[in-house]
């Protein structure tokens, strides 16, 4: 059984990554979704926060789970048995970034795969920090997150 884990800060899941998460959930028996416990960035959720969105998000796929973890995510993918790590690529930058970090964990790690997976057009230009700017500012969110995470975004801001 191919276990694989979608690692992430998810500050708060956008449809970017929900379609990226769906479309994992069916090429792989289970998918373990991991949110970062303490990013090196100033977020915006609390990691419990984050979990809850994501639940909610995903609580229609049945071979997914949702688990705040901290440290190495090498480690994380060790204890929950994933043999595969997923990331969402959208531009060049991305792979840049995918590019260094899976070769880190590939030394780290040499059993465990990544595999990429490619953006929705859709959400090519989609962001959690861009999100996050526009939400602050008012502007329409609607078709980039789940409703519930829209109202959550619209409760942090102080906004309608
Ligand atoms: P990080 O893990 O670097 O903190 P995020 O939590 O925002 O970044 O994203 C987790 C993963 O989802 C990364 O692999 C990122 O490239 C990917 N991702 C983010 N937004 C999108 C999107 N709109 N479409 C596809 N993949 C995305």
């Given at each position: 059984?191919t276990?694989?884990?979608?690692?992430?800060?998810f500050?708060p899941?956008?449809n970017?990554?929900?379609?990226?998460?769906?479309?994992a959930?069916a090429l792989?028996?289970?998918?373990?979704?991991?949110v970062?416990?303490?990013p090196?960035?100033?977020?915006?959720?609390t990691?419990?926060?984050?979990?809850?969105?994501?639940?909610?998000?995903?609580?229609?796929l049945?071979?997914?789970?949702?688990?705040?973890?901290a440290?190495l995510?090498?480690?994380?993918a060790?204890k929950?048995?994933?043999?595969?790590?997923?990331r969402?690529?959208?531009?060049?930058?991305?792979?840049?970034?995918?590019?260094?970090?899976?070769?880190?964990?590939?030394?780290l790690?040499?059993?465990?795969?990544?595999?990429?997976?490619m953006?929705?057009?859709?959400?090519?230009?989609?962001?959690?920090?861009?999100?996050?700017?526009v939400?602050?500012?008012?502007?329409?969110?609607?078709?980039?997150?789940?409703?519930?995470?829209?109202?959550?975004?619209?409760?942090?801001?102080?906004?309608?």
């Amino acid at each position: 059984m191919t276990i694989a884990l979608y690692p992430g800060s998810f500050d708060p899941v956008t449809n970017g990554h929900l379609d990226i998460a769906t479309r994992a959930a069916a090429l792989f028996e289970q998918l373990v979704i991991g949110v970062y416990d303490v990013p090196p960035k100033s977020l915006l959720f609390t990691t419990e926060e984050r979990v809850e969105l994501w639940r909610q998000a995903v609580a229609h796929l049945p071979n997914t789970r949702v688990e705040a973890y901290a440290g190495l995510t090498v480690e994380f993918a060790r204890k929950v048995k994933a043999q595969v790590i997923v990331r969402g690529l959208r531009m060049s930058s991305d792979f840049e970034k995918e590019f260094e970090m899976a070769l880190m964990n590939k030394k780290l790690a040499p059993d465990l795969e990544v595999v990429c997976l490619m953006t929705n057009l859709e959400y090519e230009f989609l962001s959690a920090s861009l999100l996050k700017e526009v939400a602050q500012l008012g502007g329409c969110i609607q078709d980039l997150v789940p409703e519930h995470v829209a109202v959550a975004l619209r409760r942090k801001f102080g906004s309608r």
